[in-house]
């Protein structure tokens, strides 16, 4: 069965230094999402990404934030200078369609010291 | 603002019972809502989707409702067993129609043998 991946499983940073979180959505999706969920928090949409280009932001991401789809496979989020209170789990998501469920992958735990 | 409801406290059941599980929301009218599963530090698991327009949704052990008067969503769980035991999330389209998902704060269920 087709399923979202995500790397690393768990990265650690230094605070001011600048990660990638890597995703491999499923083959035929067309939407790509990434959503955050600090420890013990609710799961926080924080993009969303079609046909090229970022559909809809919430307030979390601000400019220390981007997404790109380099190639035909990934989707990537840099966060350019972390923060502390960017630790939090990572999830990228896909889906088929608008208004169609979303697959998620099993998250990147960021942890920044 | 768009708020969802969702009970705080564990539910703790039987083997073998129905657990009920009851989502709430304000403030919106949302075309869809879903229902996913969540281990501990792990990423959300689609279970079903209903859309305002359907009532009822089944698939296998699994039933939930969508009152779009009461703003209510309650989803089942029939026969219940211990592997059942997760967090439950209820998420909501977002306003803007990119498919943008608000997530409860989730149902912790508990099935003892």
């Known amino acids: 069965e087709p399923e979202v991946t995500q790397t690393p499983s768990h990265q650690v940073t230094q605070m001011g230094q600048e990660v990638i979180l890597r995703c491999v959505p499923i083959s035929n999706h067309l939407y790509f999402y990434w959503y955050r969920q600090i420890l013990g928090q609710k799961v926080e949409f924080l993009v969303s990404?079609?046909?090229?280009?970022?559909?809809?932001k919430s307030e979390i991401f601000d400019d220390q934030f981007s997404v790109e789809r380099p190639d035909g496979s990934n989707f990537t989020l840099k966060i350019r200078s972390t923060k502390l209170e960017d630790s939090a789990m990572y999830f990228c998501?896909?889906?088929?369609?608008?208004?169609?469920?979303?697959?998620f992958g099993p998250g990147t735990r960021l942890t920044v010291t | 603002s768009q708020k969802i409801e969702q009970n705080s406290e564990a539910l703790n059941i039987q083997e073998g019972k129905t657990a009920t599980l009851t989502c709430n929301y304000t403030?919106?009218?949302?075309?869809?809502l879903q229902w996913y599963r969540q281990d501990p530090g792990r990423g959300p698991v689609f279970l079903l989707l209903i859309r305002e327009n359907e009532k009822e949704k089944r698939k296998e052990r699994l039933k939930v409702t969508f009152d779009t008067t009461l703003k209510q969503s309650l989803f089942h769980i029939t026969a219940s067993q211990p592997a059942d035991s997760a967090t439950y999330l209820c998420a909501l389209e977002g306003t803007g129609g990119y498919n943008k998902l608000i997530f409860g704060a989730g149902t912790r269920l508990a099935v003892h043998p």
């Open positions: 403030n919106y009218s949302p075309a869809y």
């Open positions: 998501a896909s889906s088929v369609g608008l208004r169609n469920e979303q697959y």
């Open positions: 990404f079609y046909n090229n280009e970022i559909s809809e």
